[in-house]
Structure formats: structure tokens, C-alpha cells
């Protein structure tokens, strides 16, 4: 089985300050994680994942399989951060194939000015 | 092309009744998937196309849940028997994927509220 798990429902930070959004997850074999962003009245969508090591919009994440987790990280926090944060796995089907993401229950970032 | 197109938006029902949301894909797209979330959780995992076949389905797919793909292109999802319990939001989403997970892009959601 495949779970996700974001311990955290809000996160409020002010503009210019740090942010960690946690990211645990279950899955024994080698998964693939991702971040998924929900703006306000927008449609979810991908931010990143780890298989691309990139930095997008300032938010890196690293997949941490000794301790399964893939906290997602920006060291300045804007206000336009404000949004839904939902991360997700998706685990192998198969040899080579890969399951449909499982998603955590989400983190909502409110970044105060 | 507007993205993955779901309708209808909104769809309130009395219990027992039966319901069908559509979901247009991007075009080319040879995966679809349908999600559903409820308040203060993430979207969960019904089940996902790959062309027009079937690939995987959830638990929570119970037999009043039906979904096809008839052409590979669009999709439709059938709840008969409406129960409270199936209100929620009803997310499609679609990827371009060969072998590994795509970017899925997902549509605006048919929200379904059962009286």
C-alpha cells in the first residue's frame, strides 16, 4: 500500500520568512513524489517532483528514503505562496509500469505580509 | 484547447437517484483519471484509463460506481443509487505518459450534492 501524510493542515508565516511543508510517506518499494499547488479559485497542478531536482517558483524538495519524507522548502516566503499544498506518490505497477498518485490531505500555506 | 473539460459543474440530486459526470481530456492524452475529494481532504483515487482500457480501480469504487472510456477520448462516470455519502467533489484529470507518472492536468471538478 501507498500513504502520504502531511501532518500539518495550516501553515502561517509571514512575507520574507522561511517555509517547510512536511511530507511523509509509506510505500516499501521506490516511489515517485511529487508537489501539487491549488491557488485560490485555480484548478491543482503540478509545482514539482523529485525526479527533476529542479526549483520551481523557489521551492526545492528532496526525497529523504531513509527517513520517507519530501518536505517541500522555500527560504523567503511571498504572499502570492498563499494556496493549498498537496503532496503525493505514486509506487510501481508492475515491473516497469507506475500506479496512480496517492495524495496527502494538504497543507494550506498563508503567507501574512 | 481549454484544458481537461468536466461537466456539469454542479449536480444536486436526491438520494437514490442516479448520476453521470463527463470529462473531456486534453486531446492526445492517452491516460484519464477520476479523483474524488471531500472537505478538508486530498483528492482520492477512483480509477484510471490507459487509451480505453481500464487500468486500475480503487476500493472505493464500489458497484454503484461505473466508469468507461469508449473511444479512448472522453470519459463518463456513473454513480447509481445516490448516497450522502458519495457528496463530493468529482476531479478528472488527464496526462500525456509513457511508462513513468506524467503531469497530470486536472479539470474543475463536478461537485455532487445528495439530498
Known amino acids: ?113 | 484547447d481549454t484544458g481537461v473539460s468536466q461537466n456539469p459543474r454542479h449536480k444536486i440530486t436526491k438520494r437514490g437517484q442516479n448520476v453521470t459526470f463527463r470529462c473531456d481530456p486534453i486531446s492526445e492524452h492517452n491516460r484519464l483519471y477520476w479523483y474524488r475529494q471531500t472537505l478538508g481532504q486530498g483528492p482520492e483515487f477512483l480509477t484510471y484509463f490507459q487509451n480505453e482500457a481500464q487500468l486500475e480501480k480503487s476500493r472505493l469504487l464500489s458497484d454503484r460506481f461505473s466508469a468507461e472510456r469508449p473511444k479512448g477520448s472522453f470519459s463518463t462516470l456513473e454513480i447509481q443509487r445516490t448516497e450522502q455519502g458519495d457528496s463530493a467533489m468529482y476531479l478528472c484529470a488527464s496526462s500525456l505518459t509513457r511508462g513513468g507518472t506524467g503531469e497530470l492536468f486536472f479539470g474543475e471538478g463536478s461537485r455532487l450534492t445528495v439530498l
Open chain 1, 1 to 113: 500500500a501507498q500513504r502520504v501524510t502531511q501532518p500539518e493542515k495550516l501553515l502561517s508565516v509571514f512575507k520574507g520568512a522561511p517555509v517547510e511543508l512536511k511530507c511523509n510517506y509509506s510505500y516499501s518499494g521506490s516511489p515517485e513524489l511529487f508537489w501539487y499547488v491549488q491557488y485560490s479559485r485555480q484548478r491543482l497542478q503540478l509545482l514539482l517532483r523529485h525526479i527533476s531536482r529542479e526549483s520551481i517558483k523557489g521551492f526545492t524538495a528532496d526525497l529523504n528514503k531513509g527517513e520517507t519524507s519530501f518536505h517541500l522548502k522555500k527560504p523567503f516566503a511571498q504572499e502570492e505562496d498563499s494556496a493549498m499544498y498537496y503532496c503525493a506518490l505514486s509506487g510501481l505497477y508492475g515491473d516497469t509500469g507506475r500506479r496512480a498518485l496517492t495524495f496527502g490531505s494538504g497543507t494550506r500555506l498563508q503567507v501574512q505580509p
